[in-house]
């Protein structure tokens, strides 16, 4: 077999066991039962277990960001890119739920250099996100309206909103990814489509 293939199955089990066992408790050994090869074979390919486990968070941020990419056909209405760029980060996160726990929980929680190599995917995502905002906006001929300020400060409570949500939709039975894209679709695009025709709310009213 291939070193580039073994590595990948190597890295899927690795994946599949941080994401249910979480990083401290999951061994070596496990993943190396799982992936069908000898522990010092694991050791050989992918170093440290601490290495190991970045190579899977790299490797499946960049999985998840490219999903949301090529569903956000450029082609289409922003409120569409926003759409495809939902379902698709919801699919994606539905069919991958351990690659998911590994990004969202595990390299969250356990420090340095982990949390860092999610800073690095989440920046990317917003700041895809904070162009289907613009795009929004030069559509509906405010571009001056939304400030640069703006439209990251809403991308950046958008992918939020986005995380939180795919893990719950993960845990609750029931719930497609098709449902929770709508939800957070139809919380977040109805108040920025406010936002864009130029009405934004204040206590003492909208202004």
């Not at 580039?4 to 496990?30: C, H, I, L, P």
């Not at 050791?43 to 190991?52: H, T």
Request: glycine content about 6%; hydrophobic content about 50%.
């Amino acid at each position: 077999m291939p070193r580039a293939v073994r590595e990948q199955q190597m890295m899927d089990a690795a994946v599949q066991t941080f994401g249910q066992r979480g990083y401290r408790a999951a061994s070596m050994d496990e993943i190396a039962e799982l992936a069908g090869v000898s522990k010092p074979l694991v050791y050989l390919y992918l170093n440290s277990k601490e290495d190991l486990f970045t190579a899977c968070i790299r490797r499946e941020a960049q999985a998840l960001i490219a999903a949301v990419r090529d569903a956000a056909e450029p082609d289409l209405a922003a409120d569409r890119q926003l759409w495809a760029g939902l379902l698709a980060f919801f699919t994606h996160t539905a069919e991958h739920p351990d690659a998911w726990a590994v990004l969202h929980r595990q390299a969250r929680t356990h420090g340095e250099p982990f949390a860092a190599e999610v800073v690095v995917m989440r920046d990317e995502i917003v700041a895809f996100v904070s162009l289907l905002i613009g795009a929004a906006a030069r559509e509906t001929h405010r571009a001056d309206e939304l400030a640069e300020r703006d439209v990251m400060a809403l991308a950046q409570a958008l992918v939020g909103a986005a995380e939180s949500l795919a893990g719950w939709a993960n845990e609750t039975p029931g719930v497609s990814a098709k449902e929770a894209a709508g939800t957070l679709m139809n919380f977040a695009w109805q108040g920025l489509g406010t936002l864009m025709a130029g009405e934004r709310w204040s206590p003492a009213g909208k202004v």
